[in-house]
């Protein structure tokens, strides 16, 4: 097989320019990985935010008090569990991707945005609400979420873990793996298969730029189909 990138940066730039999510999300069809897409009610704050990067999944879970006397756990002790160190782990082209929680509360928000940009991160992904939308959007940094919701996690809801598997409705995240995502959904690329699914999806996309130069010359369907097998 041809080498078509040396590195994640050149395989994201590639994507960005080429490629789009539904592509991607054919071939790992194709491929018989037909259950990783994020549910479709993850959405772009934005609709032109373009995001993929690696995973680095983060654990939340619900409390019901920031700082509980009686507690016998002593991370129940600090605000916001370990999200603070989770934050700071970011590394580039990485994707804060968290789940665990109840939909009660945001799990991202504005000042979390300007730390993951200095820290060269790609993204995030909520499995949950995020707020301070105006200034995600004006930072410009992609956010994918049900939406824009300002309570506070503080009383709420803690990070108990990160670059740790996580869930979001079944799909699997592991630390890792490509998370891929425009206004049409969030996909998940399990790490073992990046190579063959994104060789596929360019091999596809730069296909499917003949087959348009031949629709636009006047070549039906049936016919473009018969002579490039794709549609």
């Known amino acids: 097989m041809m080498e078509l990138w040396k590195n994640d940066d050149e395989l994201f730039k590639i994507a960005k320019q080429e490629l789009f999510v539904a592509l991607v999300g054919d071939i790992l069809d194709e491929m018989g990985f037909q259950h990783q ?5 993850l959405k772009p704050l934005e609709n032109q935010f373009q995001l993929i990067g ?3 999944p983060v ?5 019901f008090s920031e700082s509980p006397e009686a507690t016998k756990n002593p991370m129940m002790k600090k605000p916001f569990g370990i999200m ?3 934050l700071d782990s970011l ?3 990485e994707v804060y991707i968290c789940s665990g929680s109840s939909p009660r509360y945001a799990l991202w928000g504005g000042l979390m945005s300007t730390r993951a940009i200095k820290l060269g991160a790609a993204g995030a992904v909520l499995n949950g609400w995020s707020r301070d939308t105006d200034e995600i959007i004006n930072l410009g940094f992609p956010t994918f979420s049900l939406g824009g919701y300002a309570q506070d996690q503080g009383p709420r809801g803690k990070v108990i873990d990160y670059r740790v598997p996580i869930e979001i409705e079944g799909v699997r995240i ?3 793996d490509i998370i891929y995502g425009d206004r049409d959904g ?3 690329v399990p790490k073992d ?6 060789a596929g999806a360019i091999e596809k996309a730069r296909g499917e730029q003949t087959v348009k130069k031949a629709l636009e010359n006047g070549m039906s369907t049936v016919d473009a189909f018969e002579k490039f097998g794709i549609m």
């Open 186 to 188: 969030v996909l998940v």
């Open 84 to 86: 603070f160190e989770a």
């Open 174 to 176: 592991n630390p890792g």
């Open 193 to 198: 298969v990046v190579k063959e699914a994104f």
């Open 54 to 56: 690696r995973a680095m």
């Open 91 to 93: 590394k580039k082209n």
């Open 59 to 63: 654990l939340e879970a619900d409390v």
């Open 37 to 41: 897409f994020l549910p479709p009610t």
